[in-house]
């Protein structure tokens, strides 16, 4: 199983940008889906994560601000990104919980990641 990610990049504050987030190989069904971040010198936190259903949690310093939404007939999350902030600057990651068979656990998947960065 991969996820592989695209849409990160430089931008200036206020503007937007869009992820997308697609898993590919051996999969039944995808779980929960969701995108973290890390920043320098900072740990990996939850930005935002959705069901297989569509309802979505966000941490509080993105509510409003960014929005999270799955394709699951495309096996794809997409994260789009507006008013940007200097502070949203982070490397983001693409989670799934994936179950590869129908009698196997889900288990955790990753993107590699990509970079975004807000100038101010």
């Known amino acids: 199983v991969q996820l592989v990610e695209s849409g990160g990049g430089l931008v200036q504050a206020g503007g937007s940008l869009r992820l997308s987030c697609t898993a590919s190989g051996s999969i039944v069904r995808i779980h929960d889906m969701g995108w973290y971040r890390q920043a320098p010198g900072k740990q990996r936190e939850l930005v935002t994560s959705?069901?297989?259903?569509?309802?979505?949690n966000y941490e509080d310093s993105v509510k409003g601000r960014f929005t999270i939404a799955r394709d699951n007939a495309k096996n794809t999350v997409y994260l789009q990104m507006d008013s940007l902030k200097p502070e949203d600057t982070a490397v983001y990651y693409c989670?799934?919980?994936?179950?590869?068979?129908?009698?196997?656990?889900?288990?955790?998947?990753w993107g590699q990641g990509t970079q975004v960065t807000v100038s101010s």
């Open positions: 989670n799934a919980r994936i179950q590869r068979t129908l009698l196997s656990a889900p288990t955790d998947y």
């Open positions: 959705i069901t297989r259903s569509g309802s979505t």
